[in-house]
């Protein structure tokens, strides 16, 4: 079976762990922590960095960081990864999942502009923008750059301006991938470090790992600052045992971070495996009818985690059935996401009327699926890959 992925691991890893376990350093409290967080902001470009346990727990400090609470809402893609939506339950907040754009399956600006226009008036005195649905106050808006291509973040970042949002960028799936602002020379500008904070994961298949982790990037010294103490139980500074604030243990261990140190000396290497993966298979399907293939913006460099396709109707046969034949010649695959409106875990919210309809995400979640990604994929798997794509379309054409 070619798997749909694998991580790869590398030269340092080893060395670096072994310097952790011969130490005795293998906590939190280990000089690694901070090699590694300083060598990620220096990557991205950004200020501060902050290691904590995964992606989920990134996402969660960060509404956390910006005082995110029940009386709020966030708005999030409807097509996204169940962390996007727990991590705004957890801070007691709603979720609002908006529908995303046809072409690179992200969080659609026009989406955002409709709901804040159509459903929201400006409260005066609260001096924020209140979901007439709901009473709460919209505060936040979570774009994810979905299977490594960036979103249009000139359009997000001039919507939230104009209605006091927060931005809380999700780039678990996009290390490394980079987007241009107009006027700007070309791709200078690395999702994560574009908004008011951006989050990360580091799990097994992601484009650089440390097995489990995450990290909070942002600008601001001051959300830098609670990211910190939130992470670590809000120590008092210079009282023991006193707390200043509802605080988590979301701290990375230093056997973490010299893997992930590890893996940070090789993530442009990675980035360039996605991308020539992508180049090969966008070479040898693009022979296959009724297969919609990933893009990349001209305003963007697409990382390509993972090589998302779109089944259309001339293909002959449905997603479903073309994963199940393509398993059965050896190839495995994944659909992608469910839409956070389908989800049982929210049925209730969902229930109470409150989630726009996103017929795009629907329809994406129905065509879509992702062909074997892995880092290790060699350019034989990718040939056998299309060569079965290939022989099925023949097969049921
Ligand atoms: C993987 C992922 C997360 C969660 O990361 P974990 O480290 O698994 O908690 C969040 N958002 C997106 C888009 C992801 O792909």
Not at 135 to 143: H, Q
């Amino acid at each position: 079976m070619i798997p749909v992925n694998e991580p790869l691991l590398g030269e340092n890893t080893l060395k670096y762990v072994t310097d952790c376990v011969e130490s005795g350093w293998i906590s939190s409290a280990g000089a690694y922590i901070r090699k590694f967080e300083e060598a990620f902001a220096e990557y991205l470009g950004v200020r501060h960095a902050v290691t904590v346990t995964s992606g989920t727990t990134a996402l969660h400090l960060a509404l956390a960081a910006l005082d995110i609470g029940p009386d709020d809402e966030v708005l999030i893609p409807a097509l996204t990864m169940i962390a996007v939506p727990y991590a705004v339950l957890y801070t007691g907040a709603t979720p609002i999942p908006l529908d995303v754009d046809s072409e690179i399956y992200n969080l659609d600006p026009e989406q955002v502009r409709a709901f804040m226009d159509g459903r929201c008036r400006y409260d005066k005195s609260r001096k924020r923008w209140i979901d007439r649905a709901t009473g709460k106050a919209v505060r936040a808006v979570i774009p994810v750059h979905l299977y490594g291509h960036p979103c249009p973040m000139e359009a997000l970042m001039d919507l939230a301006r104009s209605y006091g949002l927060a931005v809380v960028e999700d780039a678990a799936e996009a290390h490394g991938a980079l987007y241009r602002f107009s006027g700007d020379p070309p791709l200078t500008r690395a999702a994560g470090a574009i908004g008011d904070i951006g989050c990360f994961s580091f799990y097994a298949n992601k484009i650089i790992t440390t097995g489990e982790g995450g990290m909070v990037v942002t600008g601001d010294d001051g959300l830098a600052e609670k990211a910190r103490r939130l992470k670590d139980l809000a120590h008092a500074p210079g009282a023991r045992f006193l707390h200043t604030d509802l605080a988590f243990n979301y701290r990375m261990t230093n056997l973490q971070a010299a893997v992930g140190l590890a893996q940070l000396e090789r993530i442009e290497a990675n980035i360039a495996v996605k991308r020539d993966m992508a180049a090969a298979y966008e070479k040898l399907l693009s022979g296959i009818q009724g297969l919609t293939l990933p893009l990349e913006k001209e305003w963007a460099r697409n990382v390509y985690w993972m090589y998302a396709v779109c089944v259309e109707e001339s293909f002959g046969l449905s997603r479903d059935a073309l994963m199940r034949r393509l398993r059965d010649k050896g190839v495995d695959t994944r659909s992608f996401f469910v839409p956070v409106n389908r989800q049982p875990a929210l049925e209730r919210i969902a229930a109470g009327g409150v989630f726009p309809e996103s017929p795009v995400a629907d329809d994406l979640a129905a065509r879509g699926f992702y062909l074997p990604s892995g880092l290790a994929i060699t350019r034989d798997q990718i040939e056998t890959v299309c060569r079965a794509l290939g022989e099925i379309q023949a097969e049921s054409g």
